[in-house]
Nanobody, 113 residues
Framework: QVQFVESGGGLVQPGGSLKLSCTAS????????IDWYRQAPGKQRDLIAR???????IYSEAVKGRFTISRDNGKDTVYLEMRNLKVEDTAVYYC???????WGPGTEVTVSS
């Protein structure tokens, strides 16, 4: 069994940067593709990035070129570096695994001047 906890959210101005962390417990982490989703107020939850077991990143068009996903298997952690943030990036960000069907409680990101 695996559990996830996100951290690193906060308030940032447009054009700013944030780095989110997703820390896992359990022994499955390094055998799982890990996803970052986000859910803006009143909208559905969208997949924005995935890092595969082999470390390969996949991005949605909305964040490609601005966000970078990476994993550190030694720390059981996945990172999401977000640059050039826009107001429309405001959302609750969740990490987890579709294979394990487990998600963290989320961390809130607000982009506002």
């Amino acid at each position: 069994q695996v559990q996830f906890v996100e951290s690193g959210g906060g308030l940032v101005q447009p054009g700013g940067s944030l780095k989110l962390s997703c820390t896992a417990s359990g022994t499955m982490f390094r055998h799982l593709d890990i996803d970052w989703y986000r859910q803006a107020p009143g909208k559905q939850r969208d997949l924005i990035a995935r890092v595969t077991v082999g470390g390969d990143p996949i991005y949605s068009e909305a964040v490609k070129g601005r966000f970078t996903i990476s994993r550190d298997n030694g720390k059981d952690t996945v990172y999401l570096e977000m640059r050039n943030l826009k107001v429309e990036d405001t959302a609750v960000y969740y990490c987890g695994s579709m294979t394990a069907r487990t998600w963290g409680p989320g961390t809130e990101v607000t982009v506002s001047s």
